[in-house]
């Protein structure tokens, strides 16, 4: 019982003490519960905490194929058989493929730990969105829900579904037997390879890519259709207004037919499954589809055949061309939410400003426009639509980093939280404690996961089967002694930037350049530092690729990874970043500008929004 209820009851009670023959003491304890009860419910309705996991990308790898007898491989370490995908192939991704789902349970378990009544999966919630995976999503939410009164909100991503319609598809990289590759697709003919390095192909429908109303069908019940509980329910296209609002008119209104929008002028049947929900009283989920698949020409005499449509993945970019409706439906929504007093939660699966801390000029013109995921940014114009649209604070995905933005246009303040991963470095998810006048948002993470090597005597297989075989761009096996899952999430990064964006990013003069250079060199590449007061020996402990790779923990992690990298190294990195200033050498100076941008960002790990002022203040333990 808090402190202003203790007072009050007090009161109450030497205001009674003259009266206590004819009340009693017992009529002033049960008013005093009465009243601390009312109190108490009025704080919880004003304080509400919500958990954001994005990009939780799950996999099944304990699932079953419905319509085929394979298992997948059986792990000596359990004795239980596995739907996994190789090392090779995750180390080689930007998210993990199988550890994940531990780290998902963790999570979940957190959550129920902290008594967390709200989940939101802004996207990608799936890999892929195969029924297989789909399924087992639909599994943990269904119990998690049962057992735990958890309330799931979901919205679309660009992995779920991969595009509007069904697809037969497949992989090549499930674990196999004996650590060899095990293909699984739908349909026969879709994969053949002379390498015998392949099983045989095993054919299931359970691992084609379902399309919008197959993925629906199996998550309803999590915030894309309306509910009898629900205090309100829409979509961009319900006719009806809150003050008449029905729940037989909502469902009616909620059939996917009746939610989608012209994508071309050839064609108007694309779902757009954005909605708003009233779950509980004053509080509002404005979940939105930014899912946009443009067509490609062939579209016009086939619209229904998915491999007519581009990927989802630019985001918002494309819905300011495609599907402009939405921004004003979202402003629509503000405008009642600040006229009826509800609490406004948006979210969506793609970011609205800038995620490399302002640095994306920079990264275009070091590596290129199409390098470093440039083509994911989003144009200014996208923040400003949400800040013409009375929009203060907007979650999203898709870009499996830890980042907040912030923008202002005039008088209007406008904040993206970027939620990072479960199924990379650094996984985590977001704690969001809402009230009427601020956001507090705290980065949760997941560092310690129950069986998160399980898999370990599987790779074990595969790692000597590569050996066997000579391959060289074999993976690291010393992934195999991490002692926690943030490390494992932490080395995965390691080699996906050895394996991957080394090779496939970076100008390759500019890359040996720095890959053999110690850090004294890049002190002194431009002659001399104006730093006379450095130990010029810590500066020859690191190499060009120590700094290479911290750049990408600090672009995926933001301040959560300075613990990781370490203080001091830091400072020595801003040393080295001054110096280039100097250089007569352009790439120098554009890194030496990207680097020190992505060290200072804006506060990410524990803060508070103001709701009122669109302000962002740190918190400091």
């Known amino acids: 019982m808090n402190s202003i209820i203790v007072s009050v009851i007090n009161c109450i009670i030497g205001f009674l003490q003259g009266f206590k023959k004819r009340v009693g003491i017992y009529a002033i304890l049960i008013f005093a519960l009465v009243f601390s009860c009312k109190v108490d419910k009025e704080t919880e309705q004003e304080r509400v905490q919500i958990a954001f996991m994005a990009d939780v990308h799950l996999q099944d790898i304990y699932g079953n194929f419905l319509d085929s007898d394979y298992k997948g491989v059986l792990n000596p370490k359990t004795g239980k058989f596995t739907l996994a995908r190789t090392m090779q192939s995750q180390l080689q991704s930007t998210r993990l493929f199988n550890e994940n789902y531990f780290a998902f349970i963790a999570a979940l378990d957190d959550v129920v730990k902290r008594e967390i009544k709200y989940v939101v999966l802004p996207g990608d919630f799936s890999d892929d969105g195969q029924a297989l995976n789909i399924r087992g999503l639909k599994r943990i939410l269904d119990k998690y829900s049962r057992s735990h009164n958890i309330q799931f909100v979901l919205t679309t991503g660009n992995h779920d579904p991969v595009k509007p319609f069904y697809q037969d598809a497949g992989k090549s990289d499930f674990l196999g037997k004996d650590g060899k590759n095990q293909p699984v697709y739908s349909k026969q003919n879709l994969f053949s390879s002379k390498d015998t390095t392949f099983l045989p192909v095993v054919i299931t429908k359970d691992i084609a890519k379902l399309g ?159 390098k470093m995921q ?82 370990f005597p599987l790779y074990e297989q595969e790692h000597t089967y590569l050996e066997s075989k000579g391959d060289s761009l074999i993976w690291n ?51 001399k530092t104006n730093n006379t007061d450095i130990d010029v020996e810590e500066f020859e402990k690191w190499t060009g690729y120590d700094m290479i790779f911290d750049f990408y923990r600090l672009r995926s992690a933001d301040e959560l990874a300075i613990n990781d990298i370490g203080i001091n190294r830091l400072k020595q990195y801003q040393i080295v970043c001054d110096a280039f200033k100097n250089s007569e050498i352009k790439d120098l100076k554009l890194w030496g500008r990207i680097f020190e941008k992505a060290s200072h960002g804006e506060p990410a790990d524990h803060f508070r929004v103001n709701l009122k002022e669109g302000t962002i203040k740190r918190i400091i333990p």
């Open 212 to 370: 919008y109303s197959e993925i629906l069908s199996e998550l309803k019940g999590f915030g894309f259709f309306p509910k009898k509980t629900d205090v309100y329910w829409e979509t961009p296209f319900s006719t009806y207004i809150y003050d008449s609002y029905e729940f037989d008119k909502a469902i009616n209104q909620s059939k996917l037919d009746k939610r989608t929008y012209k994508v071309s002028p050839y064609n108007s049947g694309i779902p757009d499954v954005s909605y708003l929900v009233e779950p509980a009283d004053n509080l509002w989920f404005l979940a939105i589809d930014a899912n946009v698949y443009v067509p490609k020409k062939r579209a016009e005499t086939d619209a229904l055949n998915p491999k007519n449509y581009n990927s989802a993945s630019i985001g918002y970019n494309n819905v300011l061309t495609h599907k402009r409706y939405l921004l004003d439906w979202v402003k629509s929504v503000a405008e009642r939410a600040e006229k009826l007093g509800k609490t406004l939660i948006v979210f969506s699966h793609y970011p609205t400003i800038d995620f490399n801390d302002d640095a994306s000029a920079e990264i275009k013109a070091l590596f290129g426009g199409e």
């Open 477 to 527: 096996k010393d992934i195999l002694k991490t002692k926690s899952y943030k490390d494992f999430t932490q080395f995965h990064l390691k080699e996906l930037v050895r394996l991957r964006f080394l090779n496939n990013d970076w100008p390759i003069e500019f890359r040996d350049l720095l890959l053999k250079s110690t850090g004294k060199d890049l002190l002194f590449s431009t002659g």
């Open 374 to 455: 440039s083509h994911r940014v989003p144009d200014e114009a996208v923040a400003k639509a949400f800040a013409n649209a009375d929009v203060k604070v907007h979650f999203g995905g898709h870009m499996h980093i830890n980042d907040t933005g912030v923008r202002t246009f005039n008088s209007d303040n406008f904040v993206n939280v970027q939620v990072p991963s479960l199924a990379a470095y650094i996984p985590a998810y977001k704690l969001v404690t809402v009230s009427k006048t601020d956001f507090e948002v705290e980065t949760i993470v997941i560092d310690s996961v129950t069986h998160f090597n399980t898999l």
